[in-house]
């Protein structure tokens, strides 16, 4: 019967088939194993009944990840929202400057697998995700040409910028470094922004370039169709709105505090998405033991 034979290949324990015994050597799927399998086949009848109670089961847990997942997406969504109306109640009434006023640009590295140099930890494209932190525990270490110079190097309050990537979705992304006594560098499709006025704080500024009005603005060029590549110039362009120091300051702690319980949120949603994955895999082990009742 094909349904009963489709869910026990799928509890089936592949890698254990694939590394295969004294006999076959090597750790590769091939006809030879697949022949050699040992496949549990009880009475139609039961196999019929075990198919009708896992249909039933996983059809209930399809429904409760598929809630479990919208609960997640409006989690996000709410931090997205909740951020920006934040923003728009602290910066209303602010004085605007450009980015470029504020904060210096530079280009990140250009390295390859043939580099011959000083080993350090570089950010890249694929570290920024959803982080609002660079997350320094996890960076590559790459070998770059020659050492690295205090110019390429990056501290805490530095703003990191995605410039260019196959992804579109992901252009003009921004993630802020925390303090950090390792040597720490960034790639060439990464824009680093430094700080230099007094008059706002890199984390403000950080949460501000998140918000939707500062990513449709560099995603758009600064006015015109949706670019490819982020540029300095579109950079310096950016208005940023400057709330007293005070408003920054409390702008953040409550961003903090929003960030914190939306996290919570989103953490007890995956661990029930694991959970629900978890209980799937017990029950088809059950089906196959003859457990399930």
Same mark, same amino acid.
């Given at each position: 019967?094909?349904?009963?034979?489709?869910?026990?290949?799928?509890?089936?324990d592949?890698?254990?088939?694939?590394?295969?015994?004294?006999?076959?050597?090597?750790?590769?799927?091939?006809?030879?194993? =697949?022949k050699?399998?040992?496949? @549990?086949?009880?009475?139609?009848?039961?196999?019929?009944r075990?198919?009708?109670v896992?249909?039933?089961?996983?059809?209930?847990?399809?429904?409760?990840?598929?809630?479990?997942?919208?609960? &997640?997406?409006?989690?996000?969504?709410?931090?997205?929202?909740? %951020?920006?109306? =934040?923003?728009?109640?602290? %910066?209303?009434?602010?004085?605007?400057?450009?980015?470029?006023e504020?904060a210096?640009?530079? *280009?990140?590295?250009?390295?390859?697998?043939?580099? *011959?140099? $000083?080993?350090?930890?570089?950010?890249?494209?694929?570290?920024?995700?959803?982080?609002?932190?660079?997350?320094? $525990?996890?960076?590559?270490?790459?070998?770059?040409?020659? /050492?690295?110079?205090?110019?390429?190097?990056?501290?805490?309050?530095?703003?990191?910028t995605?410039?260019?990537?196959?992804?579109?979705?992901?252009?003009?992304?921004?993630? =802020?470094?925390?303090?950090?006594?390792?040597?720490?560098?960034?790639?060439? #499709?990464?824009?680093?922004?430094?700080?230099?006025?007094?008059?706002?704080?890199?984390?403000?500024?950080?949460? #501000?370039?998140?918000?939707?009005?500062?990513v449709?603005? =560099?995603?758009?060029?600064?006015?015109?169709?949706?670019?490819?590549?982020?540029?300095?110039?579109?950079?310096?362009?950016?208005?940023?709105?400057?709330?007293?120091?005070?408003?920054?300051? $409390?702008?953040?702690?409550?961003? *903090?505090?929003?960030?914190?319980? @939306?996290? &919570?949120?989103?953490?007890?949603?995956?661990?029930?998405?694991?959970d629900?994955a978890?209980l /799937?895999?017990?029950?088809?082990?059950?089906?196959?033991?003859?457990?399930?009742?």
């Open positions: 019967m094909l349904p009963f034979l489709y869910w026990y290949l799928t509890y089936f592949w890698d254990a088939a694939a590394a295969g015994d004294h006999k076959i050597k090597g750790k590769t799927l091939n006809k030879a194993k =697949l050699a399998l040992r496949v @549990i086949v009880p009475p139609l009848e039961e196999q019929t075990i198919i009708a896992l249909d039933q089961a996983f059809a209930a847990l399809d429904r409760a990840r598929a809630h479990v997942e919208a609960n &997640l997406a409006d989690a996000k969504l709410l931090k997205e929202r909740g %951020a920006d109306q =934040l923003l728009s109640r602290v %910066a209303a009434n602010s004085p605007t400057r450009h980015l470029g504020l210096e640009f530079r *280009n990140g590295l250009n390295f390859s697998r043939h580099s *011959n140099g $000083e080993t350090v930890k570089v950010a890249g494209v694929g570290d920024f995700q959803r982080n609002f932190w660079l997350p320094i $525990e996890d960076l590559k270490t790459i070998c770059i040409e020659g /050492r690295l110079s205090e110019i390429d190097s990056l501290c805490a309050g530095d703003i990191l995605v410039r260019s990537n196959g992804n579109k979705d992901l252009i003009g992304r921004v993630m =802020l470094v925390g303090e950090t006594e390792e040597s720490l560098s960034f790639s060439g #499709f990464v824009i680093r922004i430094r700080v230099q006025s007094a008059d706002v704080d890199p984390e403000y500024l950080c949460h #501000f370039m998140k918000s939707q009005a500062a449709a603005h =560099l995603l758009a060029g600064g006015g015109g169709a949706n670019i490819s590549n982020l540029n300095q110039g579109i950079l310096s362009s950016l208005p940023v709105a400057i709330p007293s120091a005070e408003k920054q300051r $409390e702008f953040v702690s409550s961003m *903090n505090n929003l960030s914190a319980k @939306i996290e &919570l949120l989103v953490e007890q949603a995956e661990a029930k998405i694991s629900l978890n /799937r895999q017990s029950l088809l082990q059950k089906a196959f033991s003859g457990e399930l009742t």
